[in-house]
């Protein structure tokens, strides 16, 4: 029998984690033998997730009826819920990451995505989950707006671990990463420990070209057309140029020498929204040593399926550059790109907490 290919990954230095959570995939035993057999080394959650699990199925509405018994408000229900499946998935891989000694094993949990744009309230909301978890392998969604990169920094010097998501573009990737190390800056300078601390950037990449491809059809060129479904790609690859170089800096050795981990890059939304692209699109052309890439469960199971494992990430690493500049040539700014995803991005995960409220309210019997 081949081997499966999920395993493989971890060979070239890439940890698999799956996006998404259910309470029933925990208490089947589904994500222990996922953990066994496929080698998954965490989780990252959100409000689409937590939505669709709780509106899907009746395996929430005990707890939830229970809940508004006692005169808790949706979004208090909802915390309740989302804190005890991701505790629950945090002590399933507790084991992973304690034989990786810190360096995976860690469930993600968001905060209220209404929060982008305040840095304040973003803090107290992440010291508030940071405290009810309770636990070293969780880490906290921070989205990275300028407002959000600010508590990050405070969150990293408190000894708090943050997943910054919502990345789009090369130059918001650079400030996420001195972020991060103007954290442990912090704390080193106050004698506290920077070692044990654990942060990822989550660059988002299917929806770069499912924003960018429209544009380029309508250019009507072929050289256009040889841009479609390349950009995002090309945009990793040189994010994670620029990871080597930022965490192999003079400035980043210092603290990596008081224990300090790096940052690692973590590929999301992985999932291939064009039919027309293969369902590992995502998964193949990112393979490299110190990322993460988060899965959809049915992306997961077509990597395991046919998936063909090779430390890719920095294959055309220089024509990368080429052709995020061809783009200028068209009149598509990418920065601008990014900037609007970032915008729709905050709209898209406002969204479904807003369904998510509703839901929980509904399921509530209206008490």
Known sequence: MNENPLLKLSSFGQSVWLDYIHRS??????????????????????????????????????????????????????????????????????????R????????????????????????????RLWKTLSRPNVMIKVPATVEGLKAVRRLIAEGINVNVTLLFGLPRYRMVADAYIAGLEERAAKSLPVAGISS??????????????PLLEKTGTAEGRMLRGRIAVASARLAYRSYKEIFGSERFEKLAGMGAAPQRLLWASTGSKDPAYSDTKYVEALIGDQ???????????????????????????????????????FGIEID????????????????????????????????
Do not use: C
């Open 25 to 98: 995939l925990l208490q089947s035993g589904g994500l222990l033998r996922l953990i066994e057999e496929d080698g998954l080394r965490g989780i990252t959650s959100n409000p689409t997730i937590f939505d669709q699990a709780i509106e899907g199925s009746d395996v929430y509405d005990e707890t939830i009826r229970g809940l508004a018994r006692e005169g808790k408000k949706a979004s208090e229900i909802f915390e309740a819920l989302a804190t005890q499946d991701v505790g629950e998935a945090a002590d399933i891989l507790r084991p992973v990451y304690d």
């Open 100 to 127: 990786l000694q810190g360096r995976d094993g860690f469930v993600s949990i968001e905060v209220n995505p209404h929060l982008a744009r305040d840095d304040k309230a973003t803090v107290e909301e992440a010291r």
């Open 291 to 329: 990322t993460v890439n988060t899965l959809p469960m049915q992306t997961l199971e077509a990597y395991r399926d046919h998936g063909d494992p090779k430390p890719r990430i920095e294959e055309d690493i220089d024509r990368a550059q080429i052709l995020l500049a061809r783009l200028s040539g």
């Open 336 to 367: 601008a790109v990014t900037r609007k995803l970032e915008e729709e991005g905050i709209e898209k995960f406002n969204k479904p907490y807003d369904s998510l409220m509703a839901n929980i309210q509904k399921k509530s019997g209206g008490l």
């Open 200 to 213: 990822v950037a989550s660059f988002f990449l299917s929806r770069i070209d499912s924003m960018l491809d």
